[in-house]
């Protein structure tokens, strides 16, 4: 039989008891972001290129780009944010953010609906053509919570 | 392969105390004068710091003693071999029948299938290298 | 919607897709200490038929079609579906694999996506409470 | 007597993730366990086909999410010996370091997981609160969590400054002091002893007979540790690994605890060996087509695991191979359930450190 004295969670349970919680009030009280915490992928429209650089190496292939029609899109739901892309451009157009939403919801099953976490830029073509109908300025299906 | 010789040298290892760390297989795609492609089988054995490795090469079909009886751990690997590379393992002493992984695709690491993935992807082997080159641009 | 809103205490069903062990230790950091979602009610239940919102990780193979079916036939409705993770999202880097069907939307109507490799804890809460919102809309239209 | 057949898994409570044991019992006591595995398969060694090698160390690294920095470092440092290339001193310190702090997160998640196995929640709670830490040092480091994606062929993507390193030997030795308290728990507690001691017994003829590896290897009194080799740094530093005789699953759970503060000790002396030279180069650039095949051996939490590379000059590698710990110590599980209680088959299952996605990959 053993000692039924020998209770060592019992000192560990009493300090636990009149200490302060350790949890942390999410999402009234956020962690802080350490610098260099890799997040969401963002992309600048105004420094590409469009070498396609990035898309090329892109192990989950998350990334499309054309030259020819000035377009860059990111499948936020297959990054895996490696970091790859970035390391690669030479423009620095690519850069990560963790105050970006982290969440997508469902959009509609038809086929016009918005892919959730599909975003894509359209450039102006140099010639000087209207740009593609669609918003220059970003993403089209990023809901935020 | 030498089925006796191989057994005899595993044996060697086993009465030495050695451990068997892994038994790899490698396909080898199908190519000139080997219509099926085959298999480059390893058996390495580990003791303290030295790792040594015993390599064959065989045949689809081609029948491979299990060493099972000998090294208890082998069972996993031999099922694994059989069930992703379609090995010919014999006398396992756990067969587990195919029930390991079963995958979507059968035998998913065997030359042929292999071959059949790289053609898909319009890839002839080995991959040209100035393609390489060019992506560093 | 600040989380003392809500009325109820949804009760999650977590499955291990074909994840890599990441994000479903992130769900379960979850559960410790640091984060707590016990504080909302949430439970993490084994129940199938006691769950309101099946939490998801990893993508789908041949072998767990079938076993991410048969749990979400067995929750009552109304019931929501979260992804967890660029996996259980899209398939993630596995989506290329020979054995990997893609992210878990080929198989149940998925309501809530939470990216990232591995999702962060964050995300995830975020992602449940989303999926509590996406819970009342969808009373809401069957009551 | 009747036999009958128990399925357990793939969804079940004490499993993190799925696989299937159908256990034989007669009456309470387990006389022969099928194990069945595929759940978790995704074929990730056949994607050397399609991810090209100078991206494939991230496939690599998403094996397992709990050993990721070591698979990534593993995958780096046999493509490097493949392409000869000298990777700088500093970025094989930081490597070391960093994989030492794997070790520490995994113990400490295996022992909360363990804990939760015998039913002892508590525990579970205090290992994790205290895993939260080193997985901010991580990110703090490296940027991620879980994933670290700081491996690259030739060396690593960030530095550490000295100061930086300096601060996280302080932290740790600080978590290593309020650890003590915990471990003296695992090690001492009634009721652990109670329900571990003298279950799932592992003599030292059979942890060989069935090629165990790891902790699982150390419990039984088997002195075996890849780190022995003195690859990877390690011969620059004091080390003997740590050794229990019982075999059973407390000496198991023991085995870890102690490696917990033996790994924050071997950070320590790393940072006080390794040359204080910040700025220094953490990575060469490395080009070319690799062609050649390795085996390289490392030492994961959960044991030995062997990378196996085949090249063949193209810009796509041959083959790929992991063998990771737990695929090694499948057969012991298998061998320890063989004759137990039904009951104690949980907590034998969680001693061994059960990754599964590592397992199948």
């Not at chain 1, 429209?45 to 192990?59: K, N």
């Amino acid at each position: 039989m053993a000692n039924p004295f020998n209770l060592p969670m019992v000192g560990r349970s009493l300090r636990n008891l009149l200490s302060r919680p350790a949890t942390r009030r999410y999402p009234s009280e956020t962690r802080p972001h350490f610098a260099g915490t890799r997040g969401t992928l963002e992309f600048d429209l105004d420094t590409c290129v469009f070498c396609g650089l990035c898309a090329r190496r892109c192990p989950t292939v998350a990334l499309t780009c054309s030259r020819e029609e000035r377009y860059f899109a990111i499948e936020q739901l297959r990054c895996i944010a490696c970091g790859v892309c970035i390391d690669l451009c030479n423009k620095d157009s690519l850069r990560m953010s963790v105050d970006a939403p982290h969440v997508h919801l469902h959009t509609g099953a038809a086929p016009g609906d918005p892919r959730p976490g599909h975003q894509e830029w359209h450039q102006k073509p140099p010639d000087g053509s209207p740009p593609v109908p669609g918003d220059a300025a970003g993403g089209t299906a990023a809901a935020a919570v | 392969m030498d089925k006796d010789a191989f057994l005899a040298r595993v044996d060697r290892y086993h009465r030495d105390g050695w451990r068997l760390a892994i038994i790899n297989t490698t396909s080898i795609l199908p190519a000139e004068g080997m219509d099926g492609g085959a298999f480059d089988i390893s058996w390495s054995f580990a003791s303290d710091q030295l790792i040594e490795h015993v390599r064959e090469r065989v045949l689809p079909g081609e029948e491979v003693p299990s060493i099972s009886t000998s090294f208890g751990a082998a069972f996993l690997y031999e099922n694994e071999m059989r069930e992703l590379f379609g090995v010919n393992v014999t006398g396992m002493a756990l067969d587990l029948k195919g029930q390991l992984y079963q995958t979507s695709t059968i035998v998913p690491f065997a030359p042929s299938a292999i071959r059949a993935r790289l053609d898909a992807l319009g890839r002839g082997d080995p991959a040209p290298k100035h393609e390489a080159g060019a992506k560093k641009a | 919607m600040p989380m003392s809103l809500f009325k109820r205490s949804p009760w999650i069903l977590h499955y291990d897709g074909s994840s890599c062990n990441g994000c479903d230790i992130e769900v379960l950091a979850c559960l410790t200490p640091l984060y707590d979602v016990e504080r909302f009610g949430v439970v993490n239940t084994g129940n199938p038929k006691h769950a309101d919102i099946l939490l998801v990780t990893g993508s789908v193979n041949e072998r767990n079609i079938e076993i991410i079916q048969n749990l979400y036939r067995q929750m009552p409705d109304p019931k929501v579906v979260v992804a967890v993770g660029a996996c259980a999202c899209s398939g993630g880097i596995f989506a290329r694999a020979y054995n990997i069907q893609g992210g878990i939307d080929q198989v149940v109507p998925v309501d809530v996506y939470v990216p990232g490799c591995a999702a962060r804890p964050e995300s995830i809460i975020d992602g449940v409470v989303s999926g509590i919102a996406a819970l009342e809309q969808k009373r809401k239209r069957s009551a | 007597m009747k036999r009958t057949v128990v399925p357990m898994g793939p969804q079940h409570p004490v499993l993190p993730e799925p696989i299937v044991l159908d256990l034989v019992l007669e009456d309470e006591k387990v006389v022969d366990a099928i194990p069945t595995i595929g759940y978790i398969h995704r074929g990730l060694e056949a994607l050397v086909e399609r991810v090209e090698y100078t991206e494939f160390g991230y496939v690599v690294e998403r094996i397992c999410g709990i050993c990721s920095f070591m698979h990534g470092m593993g995958y780096a440092v046999a493509m490097e010996e493949i392409m000869a290339v000298e990777v700088p001193e500093r970025a094989r310190w930081l490597r070391l370091i960093w994989a030492e702090m794997s070790r520490i997160h995994s113990h400490l998640l295996w022992l909360g997981l363990g804990a939760d196995a015998f039913g002892f929640e508590n525990l579970f709670m205090h290992c994790w609160r205290t895993r939260e830490e080193v997985l901010d040092i991580f990110e703090k480091t490296t940027g991620g969590r879980i994933i670290f994606s700081v491996n690259r062929i030739g060396g690593v993507r960030r530095d550490i400054s000295d100061t930086e390193l300096a601060a996280i030997v302080e932290k740790l030795q600080q978590l290593g002091a309020g650890f003590a308290a915990t471990a003296r728990i695992f090690e001492t507690d009634p009721s652990i002893r109670h329900r571990l001691s003298g279950v799932g017994i592992l003599s030292r003829e059979d942890a060989h007979a069935v090629d165990a590896v790891g902790p699982m290897a150390r419990a039984s009194g088997i002195r075996m540790d890849t780190r022995l080799t003195g690859t990877h740094l390690y011969d620059r530093l004091d080390f003997e690994p740590v050794l229990e005789t019982a075999g059973d699953c407390l000496a198991r759970v023991v085995v870890r605890v102690r490696e917990i503060s033996q790994s924050i000790d071997l950070i320590r002396q790393a940072v006080d060996r390794m040359p204080k030279a910040e700025g220094a180069p953490i990575e060469v650039k490395v080009r070319g087509l690799p062609t050649g095949e390795v085996f390289e051996r490392l030492e994961q939490p959960r044991g030995e695991v062997i990378y196996y590379i085949k090249a063949n000059g193209t810009k796509y590698l041959e083959r790929f191979r992991a063998r990771t710990p737990t695929f090694a110590n499948i057969p012991a599980m298998i061998k320890l359930v063989k004759g137990c209680d039904l009951a104690d088959v949980p907590n034998i299952i969680m001693t061994i450190d059960p990754c599964i996605s590592c397992t199948e990959r």
